[in-house]
């Protein structure tokens, strides 16, 4: 919970003009206090502008006020901080943005006179209440803090409200007016009056597919969410949270961790790419579990990127995406994300194997890729799973896992042959022909060879399934270097997008399947894709026969690649997705595809537009070299 309120006050200020009072009103807004006090290590400016740090910002003012351009002020070792050095460069953060301004603003809000406040009744605004001793709150029914009611039902404060800071800080009071009322409004940070997550999600059926929301995006857009909006009270009171991963920048994922009200909450997280902050931060927290996961062929990663919920009542949501726990795949990138019913758990009468059986065989095939991992890691989240009823699941887990397995034995549950079994299991739509395009549509691509052989052979093969041709056309969609250029983000938006000139140049034919990233009917062509998608697009672009969301890109280290005999698939990655099949939602006929803002019934949301547009004879596809020619050498 954050250490202080966040709070904005309408405070009235008396200016002569003309020999006669005039009365205006200035609105304040006072960060709200980091919740890490001296022990915070962010280094990010976004950071130091949301949340206020007393003790930081009063070492800065005394240094500032002495030295406008100090480089590296000396920090007293006995000043109680975490770490010295990290204190010296969020000193020079603080510098670089201004930040007095903003911190000498609010020392002065801070020090408003009693006659002032007594004027005329205030506004406040809390953020959340730190603690159930503060004056003027009580507990409800969930055990959450709010403002204390009279018996008209309005909200009442009669004692004094203390906006404290940590310790060595000032504490200063308002004095509320004896037996007034004031307004007061518990706000969360990730929800708004128009809408909360419950009413998205049930919006959103029967797919329950959603695209990350953009900073400057209605929170209304029913199809966009952002990462704080998958733990919404609405949606249940979480208990557990397990989230698996590649990348996880630590401070950002604590911050919204703490937004999302879900600190203290036992959290594991298995991720791919080692951070020495994450490990820091397990030190500090003991409710943050971590395990760094490393695939035993040196090509592949721990890729996948899924988020389990366990909430108070013991049942579980699934949320399976493209987007990384850092800041940037939350923000200006397009991400795609899944998000299951609320699975219950199942009574001793409804524990019947075939009874709960998921449509799509869903809670099988997650149990089985829960497996791969290390022994006794994940063992209470599988007895957990399989206590409870997935049977309102109606999409296909696809998985893959580092291994080499032969056919005999286990039937390829992995990757592109995992696919391939799905599509052939299962019925098709009838107007499904050899002409409709399969479309990937991906955010890397690795090297595939001199020739199509493998996209067009084992790949091409198992998406085409059993209306192969080799006269399907194949379509990629990977952004070109004007896409990149143009993007909000510019070069910088090239980030995600890790495709090479020394890789590109080993397979030219690629040139003929490109086409461009190109998004406005979703407002997100500007706004580069880190999501992976394939499916099957009828010729006119108006349907489509299925549709996968996956963590995994082109490569053969996620799909999989077959021995000379085809007899054994090797799978370097973690990898996951869900796969959507007409026949699962009922449906005989290929999914119709959403052209506008407004959804209706059964309209499938793609993230990019149709028609699809070819690469032009001067277009290249955004090359990751381009970023690492602008870096200081």
């Keep these: 919970m954050l250490g202080g309120k966040a709070m904005k006050r309408e405070r009235s200020l008396e200016d002569c003009e003309n020999g006669t009072q005039k009365r205006s009103k200035v609105l304040v807004t006072l960060r709200p206090e980091c919740q890490y006090g001296k022990n915070c290590y962010r280094r990010s400016q976004g950071h130091f502008k949301e949340f206020r740090h007393p003790d930081l910002e009063e070492t800065f003012l005394r240094i500032f006020q ?30 670089d943005f201004n930040a007095e301004e903003i911190i000498e603003t609010e020392i002065q809000s801070l020090e408003v006179e009693t006659k002032d406040q007594k004027q005329e009744p205030k506004h406040i605004v809390f953020n959340h209440a730190s603690s159930p001793e503060e004056p003027g709150f009580s507990r409800d029914v969930k055990g959450e803090l709010e403002p204390k009611r009279n018996h008209s039902g309005k909200l009442e404060l009669r004692d004094m409200v203390q906006v404290s800071s940590n310790s060595n800080s000032s504490t200063t009071s308002l004095q509320a007016v004896q037996n007034s009322t004031v307004e007061i409004k518990p706000m969360r940070p990730n929800a708004t009056d128009q809408w909360d997550m419950m009413s998205k999600w049930e919006a959103s059926c029967p797919y329950n597919f959603f695209l990350t929301s953009l900073p400057h995006e209605s929170s209304r857009v029913s199809y966009s969410v952002k990462f704080g909006d998958l733990f919404h009270p609405s949606l249940g009171q979480v208990k557990i949270i397990c989230h698996f991963n590649f990348m996880v920048e630590a401070d950002w994922f604590l911050d919204e961790t703490n937004k999302a009200l879900l600190d203290g909450k036992e959290t594991m997280v298995l991720y791919g790419v080692e951070s020495p902050e994450l490990v820091a931060a397990s030190r500090i927290f003991p409710w943050l579990k971590i395990y760094l996961m490393k695939s035993p062929f040196p090509f592949g990663h721990h890729h996948t990127k899924m988020t389990l919920i366990q909430y108070d009542d013991d049942s579980i949501r699934f949320i399976i995406s493209t987007a990384n726990l850092i800041e940037s795949d939350w923000e200006n990138r397009t991400q795609g994300l899944w998000m299951s019913p609320r699975c219950p758990k199942a009574t001793e009468a409804d524990r019947n194997e075939l009874k709960l059986k998921c449509p799509g065989n869903f809670k099988a095939d997650l149990l089985q890729y829960l497996s791969s991992y290390p022994p006794k890691i994940l063992t209470p989240w599988i007895n957990a799973i399989r206590a409870v009823d997935c049977s309102q699941i109606k999409v296909v887990f696809v998985g893959s896992a580092p291994t080499t397995s032969q056919s005999a034995t286990n039937g390829f549950q992995w990757g592109l042959k995992k696919l391939e ?58 952004p070109s270097d004007v896409n990149v250029r143009g993007s909000y983000d510019g070069l910088h938006g090239g980030g995600c997008l890790p495709y090479s000139k020394s890789t590109h140049m080993k397979q030219m034919w690629i040139m003929k399947i490109l086409h461009q990233w190109r998004s406005d009917v979703r407002g997100r062509s500007r706004a580069m894709p880190h999501i992976k998608t394939y499916c099957r697009l009828s010729p006119d672009g108006k349907k489509i026969g299925w549709f996968h969301l996956t963590s995994a890109n082109l490569s053969k280290a996620a799909w999989g690649k077959l021995t000379k005999n085809n007899d054994r698939l090797s799978v370097m990655s973690w990898e996951v997705g869900v796969l959507f099949l007409p026949h699962l939602f009922g449906s005989t006929e290929a999914f119709p595809i959403s052209q506008g803002q407004q959804l209706t019934n059964f309209e499938f949301i793609l993230p990019y537009d149709v028609p699809l547009v070819r690469y032009g004879t001067n277009d290249t596809p955004w090359l990751i070299d381009t970023l690492y020619e602008m870096q200081p050498r």
């Design 66 to 95: 002495s030295d406008r351009n100090f480089d590296y002020p000396r920090i007293e070792p006995s000043s109680g901080f975490y770490d010295n050095d990290v204190v010296i460069q969020q000193l020079q953060i603080l510098r």
């Design 421 to 478: 079994k799905i599509l052939k299991q299962y019925p098709q739509p009838d107007e499904i022909e050899p002409s409709w395009p399969l479309v990937m549509q991906c955010s890397s691509i690795a090297t595939l060879g001199k020739s199509d052989d493998w996209i067009r052979g084992e790949l091409g093969r198992a998406m085409l399934s059993k209306s192969y041709s080799p006269s399907t056309p194949i379509r990629i969609v990977y």
